[in-house]
């Protein structure tokens, strides 16, 4: 199994140890509260000090960036999928303990999270999350977005020639509650990356240089036809080992998953409409 967790690093494994990173790391965003304040008050009337507050602040910033790239670095591992082309599992990172964690936050985009593809038919980490009707209470930090409760697929990104969407359901809850269903999208060839679209979670995805872009693409929740297609396959979520399956529309196994089949962010506990996706698109 290919875990790319970087040398001497301790996966977060318990929500004990989990619960204790964010101790930290909330310990020093009060710290960056209360030096800010008082570099805004000081700033007029006694430059000097200001000075050496903000320098305060600068050696404190570089703290909580090495936390991130900590909380980035020891997030598990899960298996996602499975490439159609290759066979290659995919394992890629996930924050399974809280939806207030950075991976869940829209600008959690940053190098921390790419873990280097399996395999070259990897096009774009795409994904549901289904609340099973509760109350997101926890998320307080930032704001979730998320493109559907059920799993659905980008007839844009299956039309860009040889793109198969691969279904899973992760067997562990996420935090104890929610369902995560990733939907990965592999090409052979893979198109070029500036024809992706959003990832899990993301509300921005990337081109080979780098460049952002936006784009919130129509969502077809009627899988049917592109898996009779061969266009959408999935891992059997009953057996352990949860092989590739492409089978027929009737063994699809996710088929009567209820829930919210449309964007939706969470802000301060609350569930609220995303952006529709209707194909529409933004940009730099
Ligand atoms: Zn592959
Ligand atoms: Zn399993």
């Known amino acids: ?82 490439c159609p082309f290759c ?30 593809p399996t395999c070259p038919h990897l096009f774009c980490v795409d994904g549901a999350l289904n609340l099973e009707e509760h109350q997101p209470t926890e998320v307080q930090r930032r704001v979730v977005w998320m493109a559907s409760e059920v799993p659905f697929v980008k007839p844009r990104l299956l039309e860009l020639g040889n793109v198969i969407a691969v279904i899973h359901r992760l067997p562990q809850k996420i935090a104890g509650r929610y369902t995560g ?49 061969r266009k959408v396959c999935w891992l059997a979520p009953d057996d352990p080992e949860h092989p590739l399956v492409c089978g027929l529309p009737e063994d699809y196994p996710f088929r009567d998953v209820p829930g919210r089949q449309r964007p939706y962010t969470i802000e301060k506990g609350q569930v609220w409409h995303g952006y529709p996706a209707d194909g529409r698109t933004g940009g730099p």
Do not use: C
Request: glycine fraction near 6%.
């Open 181 to 229: 269903y990733p939907v990965v999208y592999f090409g052979n060839p893979r198109p070029p990356l500036s024809e992706g679209s959003l990832g899990w979670a993301r509300t921005e995805y990337y081109d080979e240089n780098g460049m952002w872009l936006i784009i919130y693409d129509v969502q077809d929740y009627d899988l049917d036809k592109w898996i009779a297609a």
């Open 1 to 82: 199994m290919k875990r790319h967790y970087p040398p001497g690093t301790t996966p977060l494994s318990s929500p004990e140890e989990y619960l204790e990173h964010w101790r930290r790391r909330d310990e020093l965003n009060e710290q960056d509260r209360r030096l800010t304040e008082r570099y805004r008050s000081l700033k007029k009337e006694n430059p000097k000090l200001a000075e050496k507050v903000m320098e305060e602040l600068q050696a404190l910033t570089r703290r909580q960036n090495a936390m991130l790239t900590e909380y980035a670095d020891r997030l598990p591992i899960w298996l996602h999928s499975r």
């Open 87 to 116: 066979g290659e599992p995919l394992y890629w990172k996930i924050d399974p303990f809280d939806l207030d964690g950075d991976w869940w936050h829209w600008r959690g985009i940053q190098g921390e999270w790419i873990i280097p």
